[in-house]
């Protein structure tokens, strides 16, 4: 299941609704996203404070880019049930952003898929970033880890874009 | 031809709108022209388009390629490198 949404979720509630009544699942994996209250400044290793962000997304697509990768990651590995909430609008320090869950027979694809649809989610699915500064909004740059960290997927991709 | 161009993030504000349905000549039938053509219109959308790299565009709500035909009654969105998920990089 895919949503996308401005409220904030419970990850507590969510979990517990989450594969309720498949026995055959042997275990959840789940990734949580929050907003941090320091960002890079640009110099490797340093931190600059960042007040709130607003993410922007592109209704529609982005349902339709998360609905690929999430299709990608249930032809990769045997998943009995899979998660993602998305948020967007205005978020402050501590804030969650991203709920990923993934449900399998066995902990491996589990943990495997869950790390592939955060990694690929964050290079694919169309958000941006803009953070609010003491110097202003600022538009966050794609940061080249992120690049390096959805790459190590990229073996096995059949569709490729 | 009549297609419908959205511009999101920075390139919104660069190009001082969210969307706009455009007419382009009958040459224009690939994503590189139009975006040179709509560029040449100006008022704000050739500093949305100023550097190429990082320019990424989706047909119909599917990434393409700068080679990608254009048909009548496509949407077209141009936007930066996205940068969604948690704060932190994929690798920390």
Known sequence: MIRVQREDFDVGQELARFGAGNAKIGGVCV??????????????????????????????????????????????????????????????????????????????????????????????????????????????????????????WAKAVKSGS | MTVRILYFAYFRERAGRASEDVSPPGDVTTVAQLMAWLAARGEGREKAFADAALVRVAVNQNYVKMDHPIKPGDEVAFFPPVTGGATGGGAA
Request: glycine residues 10%.
């Open chain 1, 31 to 152: 990734f949580v996203g929050l907003v941090r209250d320091m960002t890079d400044d640009g110099n490797a290793g340093r931190t600059k404070p960042v007040g709130a962000m607003t993410l922007e997304h592109y209704p529609g697509m982005t349902e339709t880019e998360i609905g690929r990768i999430e299709a990608e990651a249930r032809a990769r590995w045997p998943l009995e049930d899979t998660l993602v909430i998305h948020r967007y609008g205005r978020l402050a320090g501590g804030d969650r952003i991203v709920l990923v869950a993934t449900a399998s027979a066995h902990r491996e694809a589990a943990f495997e898929s869950c790390r592939f649809l955060i990694d690929w989610l964050k290079t694919k699915a169309p958000f941006w970033k803009l953070e609010e500064t003491p110097q202003g909004g600022q538009w966050v740059d794609a940061r080249a880890s992120d690049d390096a960290a959805a790459a190590r």
